[in-house]
């Protein structure tokens, strides 16, 4: 700054300052005080034309060449004033600047400070973040079924508004959960509209609420149908009243004859209704063999035994009550105060080809059909547990000997049988159901027997028999084949004959038919594992050791066979058999004294 500007008093440079912001358009006051005059130069309203004009008129060329002048010394003046001041703001606005980093470096190193003392409840403070979130959404899930009920009243179904926003992820939340309430209410609905005991108005508001909820009307009406009946009255009484209906048509137009396919109508519906019945009785046997399959595989406490012949009984009483309710629910078709049930064309045909033929005989065949598909080692029944197929074959075997032909004798004392229709009989349809018995009996002895023979087949074919050390007891897999798995038949006492003689030259058949008995279930296993391990045995060479060691396990087997197989010889000829055969396969077949093969055995 200048010594003149210096020596300046405040009134003059206040006067100087605020001529260098009007120069410079800085004054923010334009008009407040300002001359109006185009030609003061000062003024805000200053016109360079017409000031320009003005000098030229008033002023001679001496006096305009010195206004120039004057007016150059004041622009140099004010520019140097200008920049002087601007670089005071300049010096002034770095100072602040400075400061201003001064703060901020404070502010971050706070900033870190507090990071730093939060950072532990940084973890806290997002859990809580996450639970205010969940907690805004259960909020509108609480009130949710307020404005479901709302969009319910006005037909704005709520899952028409979600499935419109179901592309946000929050919103596919909230539609799975309503589509999950919604499958529960249903579910409840259908409880009640099955209920007997629902009034009719609560009914009607029940199907009213199941087609809101897009039920179709035409499963209802069945449902609604086959609950209705169930006892068949209703059905009947309906179906009387129109036949009663089409008769009085015909004495109106005597030219028309509508009874006979009235009758029909009737004939067609009660047919329906018997197949229904099957179809019944089907699902049933299906249900209780799944309800014997789960109990078989995860019977009922830790320690836990499954008596099958309680299962057996249990399926049994079951299935032949099952019976039994519906010949009594189809007794109602053949009432004496039913028009058409005195038809005779309705009547023969309903009890021998509906009822008798078409339910009784028709159930009997399906449960052999089904029994005979477990017996299919290839089809979707053939993986079915071993205890299973014995429940099957004494079922079967007990329909057989005395329930076919209960079933039979009821449903013909309850029914009026046609005597000129052709009807199957007693005895063949036993024949049918006793061959499928066999079969069920055969497969299970057959699936027992090699599941024992694998495991026989396996510790024979994994063990060196030619490296073996010198046996000191019986092999393990002895143990677990000398205890075969007992069955559910009841055996009479009886005696065991022991023949004395060894029939080595007899064949014996391993595949043979079983009989309904448990020594010959037992029987039946044990020849097909026992002929396993001789074909093992076969197929191997064995050292003195490995000799021994066959002689011990046979010789153990020998002790705790006998008692479950009806001749004691077979089991005696298999095992000298397997004995023979493998000194033949060895290398230096060198015998166990018996006294020691005994005591061997005997501490094993």
């Known amino acids: 700054m200048s010594t003149a500007q210096e020596d300046e008093d405040p009134e003059q440079r206040r006067k100087r300052h605020g001529m260098l912001k009007m120069y410079y358009g800085l004054d923010g006051n334009q008009d407040g005080g300002a001359s109006l005059d185009p030609c003061d130069i000062d003024g805000a309203h200053f016109k360079p034309?017409?000031?320009?004009?003005?000098?030229?008129?008033?002023?001679?060329?001496?006096?305009?060449?010195?206004?120039?002048?004057?007016?150059?010394?004041?622009?140099?003046?004010?520019?140097?004033?200008?920049?002087?001041?601007?670089?005071?703001?300049?010096?002034?606005?770095?100072?602040?600047?400075?400061?201003?980093?001064?703060?901020?470096?404070?502010?971050?190193?706070?900033?870190?400070?507090?990071?730093?003392?939060?950072?532990?409840?940084?973890?806290?403070i997002t859990k809580l973040a996450g639970v205010h979130s969940l907690l805004k959404k259960l909020q509108f899930l609480f009130e949710l079924p307020a404005r479901l009920n709302k969009c319910i009243e006005m037909k704005a179904y709520t899952q028409r508004v979600l499935l419109q926003y179901q592309h946000m992820a929050s919103f596919q939340g909230?539609?799975?959960?309503?589509?999950?309430?919604?499958?529960?209410?249903?579910?409840?609905?259908?409880?009640?509209?099955?209920?007997?005991?629902?009034?009719?108005?609560?009914?009607?508001?029940?199907?009213?609420?199941?087609?809101?909820?897009?039920?179709?009307?035409?499963?209802?009406?069945?449902?609604?149908?086959?609950?209705?009946?169930?006892?068949n009255t209703i059905l009947v009484r309906a179906l009387d009243r129109f036949h009663r209906r089409l008769q009085a048509m015909n004495k109106l137009l005597p030219d028309t004859d509508f009874s006979r396919a009235g009758t029909d109508i009737v004939s067609s519906a009660a047919r329906d209704r018997v197949d229904h019945y099957l179809d019944s009785l089907k699902q049933h046997f299906a249900d209780c063999l799944t309800d014997v399959r789960q109990t078989l595989a995860s019977p009922r406490g830790k320690d836990a035994t499954v008596n099958l012949t309680e299962l057996l009984s249990?399926?049994?009483?079951?299935?032949?009550?099952?019976?039994?309710?519906?010949?009594?629910?189809?007794?109602?078709?053949i009432a004496s105060d039913i028009t058409f049930a005195m038809k005779p064309y309705f009547r023969g045909a309903f009890c021998t080809a509906g009822v008798r033929e078409g339910l009784v005989v028709g159930f009997v065949l399906h449960l052999t059909q089904i029994c005979q598909e477990f017996c299919e080692a290839g089809g979707e029944r053939g993986s079915a547990p071993p205890p299973l197929l014995l429940i099957l074959s004494r079922l079967c075997s007990d329909y057989e000997s005395s329930t076919i032909s209960y079933l039979i004798t009821l449903t013909e004392e309850q029914f009026d049988m046609d005597p000129h229709s052709e009807m199957t009989s007693i005895a063949d349809l036993c024949g049918e159901v006793k061959v499928t018995a066999q079969k069920l009996l055969n497969h299970f002895v057959k699936v027992q027997g090699l599941a024992?023979?694998?495991?026989?087949?396996?510790?024979?074919?994994?063990?060196?028999?030619?490296?073996?050390?010198?046996?000191?007891?019986?092999?393990?897999?002895?143990?677990?084949?000398?205890?075969?798995?007992?069955?559910?038949?009841?055996?009479?006492?009886?005696?065991?004959?022991?023949?004395?003689?060894?029939?080595?030259?007899?064949?014996?058949?391993?595949?043979?038919?079983?009989?309904f008995s448990k020594v010959s279930v037992l029987t039946?296993?044990?020849?097909?594992?026992?002929?396993?391990?001789?074909?093992?045995?076969?197929?191997?060479?064995?050292?003195?050791?490995?000799?021994?060691?066959?002689?011990?396990?046979?010789?153990?087997?020998?002790?705790?066979?006998?008692?479950?197989?009806?001749?004691?010889?077979?089991?005696?000829?298999?095992?000298?058999?397997?004995?023979?055969s493998t000194v033949h396969r060895c290398l230096?077949?060198?015998?166990?004294?018996?006294?020691?093969?005994?005591?061997?055995?005997?501490?094993?």
């Open 49 to 124: 034309d017409m000031y320009l004009s003005k000098l030229i008129q008033e002023k001679s060329l001496t006096e305009l060449m010195d206004k120039e002048s004057e007016m150059l010394k004041q622009i140099r003046s004010l520019d140097s004033d200008m920049q002087t001041l601007m670089k005071n703001d300049f010096r002034k606005m770095e100072d602040e600047m400075d400061h201003l980093a001064t703060n901020m470096t404070r502010i971050t190193e706070f900033s870190g400070n507090v990071s730093h003392t939060l950072d532990d409840r940084r973890q806290q």
């Open 174 to 231: 909230i539609n799975s959960d309503c589509s999950k309430i919604i499958q529960e209410m249903v579910a409840i609905l259908k409880e009640q509209f099955s209920n007997k005991e629902c009034s009719p108005r609560e009914l009607a508001e029940c199907v009213d609420l199941l087609l809101q909820l897009n039920e179709p009307a035409e499963h209802l009406c069945d449902e609604f149908l086959a609950q209705e009946t169930g006892d």
């Open 314 to 333: 249990g399926i049994q009483l079951n299935m032949v009550e099952q019976v039994k309710s519906v010949l009594s629910n189809l007794q109602v078709f």
């Open 452 to 515: 024992i023979s694998q495991m026989l087949r396996k510790s024979v074919e994994t063990r060196d028999w030619l490296n073996t050390i010198e046996p000191r007891n019986v092999r393990a897999v002895m143990k677990r084949s000398s205890s075969p798995q007992l069955c559910c038949f009841k055996s009479e006492a009886r005696a065991v004959d022991f023949y004395t003689k060894k029939l080595f030259s007899e064949k014996i058949e391993i595949f043979s038919a079983v009989e």
């Open 524 to 580: 039946g296993i044990i020849k097909i594992s026992l002929k396993t391990f001789l074909e093992c045995i076969r197929l191997r060479i064995f050292g003195r050791y490995g000799l021994q060691q066959i002689q011990v396990d046979t010789y153990y087997l020998q002790l705790y066979l006998w008692r479950f197989v009806s001749d004691e010889t077979l089991v005696q000829v298999l095992l000298d058999e397997i004995v023979c």
């Open 588 to 604: 230096d077949p060198v015998m166990m004294e018996p006294s020691v093969v005994e005591l061997i055995c005997e501490r094993g």
